[in-house]
C-alpha cells in the first residue's frame, strides 16, 4: 500500500511536471504554450460571459413570447367555440389571464435584468427600452 502510495506521488510530483516542461512539437493548427500544444482554432465562441448569457436570456424571452402568444390564440379558440359553457368560457378566461400575466413578468423580469446589466457597466440604461 505504501508503496503504491509512493509510486503515485512521484509520478504527480516528478515526472509529470518533468514532462509538461519540455518542449512541445506541435502541428499545425496547435501553438504551444509552457510546453503544451493547445488547438489555435476550438470553434468556441470569443464572446464573454456577460455577452452569452445576454443571448440566452434574448432566447429565453423570444420563446416565452412564442409561447404566451399561442396560449392566448389557444384560449381565444377556447373561447369561440365553449358554446356558451361557463365551465369551457371560465377555462378559456383564466388561460388568457395567466398567459398575459406570464408574458408580463417574462418583460418585467427582462427589464430587471437589462437595468442592472447596464448599472454594473455603466451604461445609459434607458438606451436599452
Known amino acids: 500500500m505504501i508503496v503504491s502510495v509512493l509510486a503515485t506521488l512521484f509520478v504527480w510530483v516528478v515526472a509529470l511536471p518533468a514532462k509538461v516542461q519540455a518542449t512541445a ?4 493548427g ?11 482554432d ?4 470569443d ?3 456577460g455577452e452569452v448569457l445576454q443571448v440566452a436570456l434574448d ?4 420563446t416565452i413570447g412564442v409561447f404566451a402568444i399561442l396560449m392566448i ?3 381565444g379558440v377556447m373561447y369561440i367555440t365553449s ?9 378559456a378566461k383564466n388561460m388568457l389571464t395567466w398567459a398575459i400575466a406570464g408574458l408580463a413578468v ?11 446589466n447596464g448599472i454594473l457597466q455603466g451604461d445609459d440604461v434607458s438606451k436599452d427600452f
Open 73 to 75: 390564440a389557444i384560449a
Open 59 to 62: 432566447w429565453l424571452l423570444a
Open 30 to 40: 496547435f501553438e504551444e504554450m509552457s510546453g503544451v500544444c493547445v488547438p489555435t
Open 106 to 116: 417574462a418583460l418585467l423580469g427582462y427589464a430587471i435584468v437589462a437595468t442592472v
Open 83 to 91: 358554446g356558451g359553457n361557463e365551465k369551457n368560457v371560465e377555462k
Open 47 to 49: 464572446k464573454t460571459v
Open 42 to 45: 476550438t470553434g468556441l465562441s
Open 25 to 28: 512539437n506541435c502541428d499545425s
